[in-house]
């Protein structure tokens, strides 16, 4: 797909729309779910909160959203697990400040976050993350660094998200991201993703040549 076809405000052609993702549930995975809707009252909004937890996986993924569900065009942001950015606001990564970002664009306009735990570290999860910051502290980059430790660069499955997508009823989405995989992942998936709504955070000397190599070796949209 053309990369600038799903920009925001581009539309997806016909033939990218999804088949039925909802197809792909693996069966009983409704049963093993705790859909009940409260309210979170939080510093950052006023969110309702679902929580799921994956047969498949075995993750319990929180769903914040805004406003009423969209079954098509709402915002949407699949939020990787960042224990050291999100909740004690490194500043090695970006991903506390993409985190409030995407809630405060929730704030505006409604939509959904899904917090995917299971994608600590890219999926290597919190140890190995570590051990790649201290070969990043070595000079090695931050793509390297997960080779090195016999990882792949990035092992994040989105099985789980596309699944709550399909018990939320949601068919197409605004894609919160600068990580045209994510947008790929979903794609395949069979979620159709109208736009890419980018989050535009300011580097410090801490992360900038994780954003430089973000943008350079992975393809994220940043400047
Ligand atoms: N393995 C590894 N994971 C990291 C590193 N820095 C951040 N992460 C993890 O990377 C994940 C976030 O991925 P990013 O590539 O920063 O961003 P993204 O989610 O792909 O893209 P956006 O949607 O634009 O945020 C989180 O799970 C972080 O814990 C690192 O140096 N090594
Ligand atoms: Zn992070």
Excluded at 18 to 27: D, F, G, T, Y
Excluded at 187 to 213: C, D, F, K, Q, S
Aim: proline content about 4%; hydrophobic content about 40%.
């Amino acid at each position: 797909m053309n990369d600038e076809a799903v920009r925001e405000g581009a539309e997806v052609t016909a033939g990218e729309m999804a088949v039925n993702h909802c197809e792909k549930i693996p069966l009983g995975t409704q049963g093993a779910t705790e859909w009940e809707v409260v309210h979170l009252p939080s510093s950052l909004g006023d969110f309702q909160a679902r929580a799921f937890r994956s047969p498949v996986t075995g993750s319990e993924h929180l769903v914040l959203s805004v406003g009423p569900l969209q079954e098509r065009g709402g915002l949407l942001r699949v939020h990787s697990e960042c224990l050291t950015g999100d909740v004690f606001q490194s500043l090695r990564c970006d991903c506390g400040p993409q985190l409030q970002g995407a809630l405060e664009l929730l704030k505006d306009e409604g939509g959904i976050v899904i917090y995917m735990r299971g994608h600590e570290g890219r999926g290597i999860g919190l140890v190995e993350k570590l051990r790649a910051y201290a070969l990043q502290e070595a000079g090695v980059d931050t793509i390297d660094a997960n080779l090195r430790l016999g990882h792949a660069e990035d092992e994040r499955d989105y099985a789980d998200a596309i699944d709550i997508l399909c018990l939320l009823g949601v068919k197409s989405v605004r894609l919160i991201t600068n990580n045209p995989q994510k947008r790929d992942a979903l794609v395949a998936g069979g979620v159709e993703v109208e736009a890419l709504v980018p989050l535009r955070i300011a580097a410090n000397p801490h992360n900038e040549r994780y954003l430089e190599t973000k943008r350079k070796r992975m393809g994220h949209y940043l400047e």
